[in-house]
């Protein structure tokens, strides 16, 4: 059994306190909401706070405000089973309401906070292993090692974005307020992430993610689709989430089609966006869009499934989420240069 290294739990009444004890704790303190992602990479050696700073309790942080057409915002500790089966975000934010009910299993999800969901940890099957694993391997460059054992020769870390909400926020144009000591700051969703395995936030250590901006939902409608092996448990090893907004008579006048799990921050499918914008969603412009979106998957060999295939079926995913929100059959076109990829689970 894996035993949580020791540490000094503390628990604080407010959100100006938890702020505080982070100030005076420094570099060595992490703030906690439902642990489940936290918890583990301790057990495994991962992270080693020496402070941890449970902020689970703050209802401060549990607090769903406003009203979808001027935009909502969620506080971040709320847990995803709550984000999930609320009413507003089902009827107006159903991306929100969809990637939050498939993540992990119903104990996670009452566990998990919104907010620990868009800082998890990149993953990667070298790194999420216990001590001794990772030590007969000499480690990674990600934690106590040099090397990356998934390409030799690279001077960064490939680890992979994992959270599902993380392409939705980004997709909708969500914003995150981040409060620590020096103040406050309220930044794009997009700009909270970084493409690279061990620097994957654009966040300090001891800024609190305190809420998350929903946009005013004024025309544009989105969707999202995760791929994994099981129906249940599993982390996304692609997660596509599509926002379009379209004119009276169907033409798209904007897009954002965004790719989570096949890097190590939600990857912009620039090239796929261009493929719709200013013409209807069709058979035809939603294949050119599919085809487009291949190469912006850059998956490695270091999560479930073989990296082609992954990189395979983000075509289909994001014509299945274009051909969902325009309306059309749910079956797969094929897109250019498709070779036969069975299309294993679509959720
Ligand atoms: C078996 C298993 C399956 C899982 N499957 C999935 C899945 O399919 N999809 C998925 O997206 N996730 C999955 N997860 C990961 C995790 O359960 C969720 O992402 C969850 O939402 C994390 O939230 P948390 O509150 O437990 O985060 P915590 O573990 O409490 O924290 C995660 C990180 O965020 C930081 N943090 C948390 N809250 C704040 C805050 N308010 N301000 C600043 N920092 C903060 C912590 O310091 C830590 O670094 C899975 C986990 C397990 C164990
Ligand atoms: S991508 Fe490389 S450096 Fe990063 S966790 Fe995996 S093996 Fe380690």
């Known amino acids: 059994m894996l035993r949580l290294p020791k540490f000094r739990y503390l628990q604080p009444a407010s959100l100006s306190e938890a702020v505080r004890m982070m100030s005076d704790a420094g570099p060595d303190a992490m703030y906690v909401a439902g642990g489940t992602d936290l918890y583990p990479n301790m057990k495994r050696r991962q992270q080693v706070p020496k402070v941890v700073i449970g902020l689970a309790h703050l209802k401060q942080l549990r607090t769903m405000k406003g009203k979808p057409a001027e935009g909502m915002v969620l506080g971040a500790g709320l847990v995803l089973t709550d984000v999930a089966e609320e009413r507003r975000i089902q009827r107006s934010y159903p991306a929100v309401a969809k990637a939050t009910e498939l993540i992990s299993t119903p104990l996670l999800r009452n566990m998990g906070s919104i907010g620990g969901n868009l800082l998890l940890d990149t993953r990667c099957n070298y790194y999420d292993q216990n001590y001794e694993w990772r030590k007969a391997i000499h480690f990674c460059m990600k934690k106590d090692g040099e090397i990356c054992w998934v390409a030799p020769s690279s001077p960064r870390c490939w680890a992979v974005q994992s959270s599902d909400c993380a392409p939705v926020m980004v997709a909708i144009g969500a914003k995150v307020k981040l409060v620590s000591s020096s103040g406050e700051r309220v930044i794009g969703a997009a700009e909270l992430y970084h493409d690279d395995g061990i620097q994957h936030l654009n966040k300090q250590p001891g800024e609190l993610l305190t809420e998350i901006h929903l946009p005013a939902t004024n025309g544009w409608r989105a969707t999202y689709w995760k791929l994994r092996r099981r129906g249940s ?23 954002k089609i965004i ?13 796929a ?13 939603i294949r050119e869009a599919a085809a487009a979106a291949y190469p912006a998957a850059k998956p490695l060999d270091n999560t479930d499934f073989a990296m082609s295939w992954r990189k395979d079926m983000a075509r289909y995913y994001v014509a299945g989420t274009l051909r969902e929100l325009a309306g059309l059959p749910p079956s797969f076109p094929k897109p250019d240069g498709d070779n036969g990829s069975p299309v294993l689970r679509v959720l």
């Open 233 to 255: 448990f599993d982390f996304p090893v692609l997660g596509v989430a599509t926002c379009v907004r379209q004119a009276g008579d169907g033409t798209v006048e904007d897009a």
């Open 259 to 271: 790719l989570g799990g096949v890097g190590s921050s939600p990857l912009e499918a620039v090239l």
């Open 273 to 285: 966006q261009r493929a719709i914008i200013g013409k209807k969603l069709t058979d035809e412009t």
